[in-house]
């Protein structure tokens, strides 16, 4: 906001000059003047000085004076004719003198300097110092100078000069606009009380809008509850600080309350508002506000621009608003506004989404739209809604109409393709020609698509031989069903060519396509070109899983490629790929065979406690190659895991345990797999019954038993055995209970 004052006789045009870099002190304008040469690096021009006070010295009177300096460039060659002029008798400086030398020093940034001669102008109390001052402050903001016109509001403020509130609010405006510290907002703000200056609702929308960048929400949304206490209400400008700093600083709900509160005031709204809100509130996915706002704008007659119907209609399409999306489309082609073309793809997909296709044809009709892209939209609709029939007289009504694009025969084709109705494609794809439509890569895509959904994926590489040979490129859902097919037909070698070519163009293939060449590939042996593959698929984009890696070990251990394998490992690990089943097993299988009993541990202990579990078969591999290096008491807690959370472990698996647990010298721990077994009704295998035997006969030297003696071990279980007198079972005498 500028300042509206009296125009001054001292305030015709002045010029910018260009900040000096000179230090100097503050001095009193009365008849003591100091000044000090030492301290200013650049002296003041000797002869301009000289020649000015030549001038003066006949006719010194304040307008001269305000004339020269006026005209002196150099600042400190001004300030010192300014204080001469102060030492001479008769002379008295006027408003005009000083609003000069201050203006001068304000504007080449000498704050302290001219902080001084403003405060001697205050105290000399000149007729018209008060619009001086005013002016001064009005010049310094519209400079950008707001430091230099805070430093006069100070001045005049405790000169008892009457300061309005615009003034304040010109200030507070300028600070909010350069981002001023808040602490400057809160200095004029005290200077305006002190003053006894009631604010006004602008001054208190400036205040909010400082503690909003400063953030601080809190204080700021405080102030604009008590904004009526204050004797002012919150005005559009208010709610627009409000809602967009809550929005920017994604407090959305927040925003909503207090819009809401805004309508229940029925606040006046402005241009600006709306402007600004409307987009906001489409953006963040807010229909319901947003078509709220759009109508207080149309019923206050302010008319809405491109943007704001842009946004609001596809905000509104989004959300499938179809009866407002209509209203606002047609109010913008009332207001003489020419809706861009996606705006009709827009409103057509509500349509299309909400299957009401026969209300989107007669819309087509009643607003006279010849936009292909809507018509493209429809055609769409149709096939995704299974209305082939209306679907193909569409496309012959927009041939006949020219409105039919190569597109438009895609969008039936490809439809027609997917759901292997080749005989009707062909019967297309003659009217396409006829009606001057060239097929174009879509349209052999969809060609493709459509002999690999009908099994000839012979005819399909034939197409993609023939898009090759123009240097022309399929659609990645093409090249994925094409690549899948071939692997299908055990065509891998073909299929790898096809990804070779795109790859090198690109496309990247979907990751479970890619996977089944890679399986493809290292079936037929190949897996040196499959690990070529992949360095590939990692340069062109394409996507694939651990399983990939998994089939690629496993067509390395089929090789005895244990090296290579490791490498295969340490690619994983650099990438951060998560282990599969498989690839734990094979690798758990490959350690073993190199003797790395650490790894072959630490990967089974990885795989159980991932939540990984071998089929029963797969767990009896790895506890044989865990048990070939006696280390199976370093797996018994994920064995235990095992036990707990499913019944994997078989009968070979539990006598693996057994005797090997038993080997290594945990024989607790055996005896309490061999409890598991014999609860299970499972008979122990030769190797665990060997071990009874054994310690049978250990027992019998133990306890001095012949050979001939009646007496006998009786399991009843693998912690308790008995040694018990056959001819005395009944009477139960002499049994003598032994705990392993």
């Not at 209609?313 to 809706?339: A, F, R």
């Not at 009709?365 to 892209?373: A, G, R, V």
């Not at 090997?660 to 409890?675: I, P, Q, S, V």
Request: glycine share 4%; net charge negative; hydrophobic share 40%.
């Amino acid at each position: 906001m500028a300042l509206k004052l009296r125009p001054l006789a001292f305030s015709k045009g002045f010029p910018i000059w260009v900040s000096s870099t000179a230090y100097l002190s503050s001095i009193s304008c009365a008849k003591t003047i100091e000044t000090h040469p030492e301290n200013n690096p650049d002296p003041p021009n000797l002869s301009e000085f000289e020649l000015n006070i030549q001038s003066l010295k006949t006719k010194l009177v304040p307008d001269n004076l305000a004339r020269v300096l006026d005209n002196t460039d150099d600042l400190s060659s001004a300030v010192k004719l300014f204080k001469w002029a102060s030492l001479q008798k008769r002379f008295t400086h006027t408003a005009e003198t000083y609003f000069k030398i201050v203006l001068k020093l304000g504007l080449a940034g000498n704050v302290k300097e001219m902080e001084g001669f403003c405060h001697h102008m205050v105290k000399d109390r000149c007729p018209g110092v008060g619009e001086a001052l005013l002016e001064l402050i009005d010049v310094f903001v519209r400079h950008g100078r707001v430091s230099e016109a805070v430093k006069v509001l100070v001045n005049m403020t405790a000169g008892g000069y009457r300061v309005s509130v615009e003034t304040f609010n010109v200030l507070l405006g300028a600070l909010v606009k350069e981002k001023r510290d808040f602490r400057d907002m809160v200095l004029v703000y005290k200077e305006m009380v002190k003053a006894g200056v009631l604010p006004t609702v602008e001054t208190l929308n400036y205040l909010i809008e400082g503690l909003l960048e400063s953030d601080r929400f809190e204080s700021a949304l405080d102030q604009y509850r008590r904004m009526r206490k204050k004797g002012c209400s919150p005005n559009s400008r208010t709610f627009e600080i409000i809602i967009q700093a809550l929005i920017a600083k994604d407090r959305m709900d927040e925003a909503v309350v207090v819009l809401n509160e805004m309508f229940e005031l029925d606040c006046q709204l402005d241009l600006s508002f709306y402007t600004c809100i409307i987009p906001l509130l489409c953006r963040e996915n807010k229909p319901a506000e947003g078509i709220r706002l759009f109508k207080m704008m149309r019923a206050s007659d302010v008319m809405p621009d491109s943007q704001i119907y842009g946004v609001l209609l596809q905000c509104l399409c989004k959300n499938l608003y179809l009866d407002d999306s209509i209203k606002v489309l047609e109010d913008m082609i009332e207001t003489g506004l020419t809706p861009p073309s996606h705006v009709f793809v827009d409103v057509m997909n509500v349509f299309c989404t909400l299957g009401k296709i026969d209300d989107a044809l007669k819309f087509l009709e009643d607003k006279h739209i010849l936009e292909t892209s809507a018509y493209d939209v429809l055609l769409e609709g149709c096939c995704n809604t299974g209305k082939i029939t209306i679907a193909k007289d569409l496309l012959v009504e927009m041939s006949e109409r020219n409105l039919a694009d190569c597109n438009s025969w895609n969008i039936l084709i490809r439809w027609l393709c997917e759901n292997a109705r080749i005989r009707e494609v062909f019967e297309l794809l003659g009217r396409m020609v006829v009606s001057f439509s060239i097929p174009d890569c879509a349209t052999y895509s969809a060609l493709v698509v459509g002999n690999c959904r009908i099994s000839n994926h012979r005819e399909a590489l034939d197409i993609f031989q023939h898009v090759r040979a123009k240097y022309w490129l399929l659609d990645p859902t093409s090249y994925s069903e094409l690549v899948k097919g071939l692997c299908l037909e055990e065509m891998a070698r073909e299929a790898a060519d096809v990804f070779y070519y795109m790859s090198s163009n690109g496309c990247s293939l979907q990751s479970s396509s890619f996977n089944m060449l890679i399986k493809g590939i290292c079936e037929t042996g190949k897996v040196i070109e499959a690990i070529r593959l992949q360095k590939l698929a990692y340069y062109s984009g394409t996507f694939y899983a651990s399983s990939t890696y998994s089939t690629i070990l496993i067509g390395l251990s089929r090789l005895d490629k244990t090296k290579e394998q490791m490498i295969i490992l340490s690619k994983m690990l650099v990438e951060g790929c998560n282990f599969d089943l498989d690839a734990y097993c094979i690798l758990i299988q490959s350690m073993s065979e190199q003797n790395r009993v650490k790894e072959c541990v630490l990967l089974f202990s990885m795989m159980v406690s991932k939540g990984l579990e071998p089929d029963s078969e797969r767990l009896v591999s790895l506890l044989s190659c865990i048990d070939k290096h006696s280390q199976l008491h370093r797996i018994l807690g994920s064995i235990h895991n095992l036990i707990r959370n499913s019944e994997v472990l078989n009968s070979t698996a539990y006598n693996i345990l057994i005797h090997g647990l038993w080997k290594e010298g945990y024989k607790h721990d055996a005896n309490r797999f061999l409890d598991m077994i014999l609860e299970k009704g499972w008979v122990p295998d030769a190797k665990t019954h060997a071990l009874l035997i054994g310690f049978w006969e250990r027992l019998r030297v133990h306890f001095f038993i012949s050979p001939q003696s009646t007496i006998g071990l009786v399991v009843i279980s693998p912690s308790i055995l008995i040694l018990e007198d056959t001819e005395e079972r009944l009477t139960g005498m002499n049994k003598i209970r032994v705990r392993n």
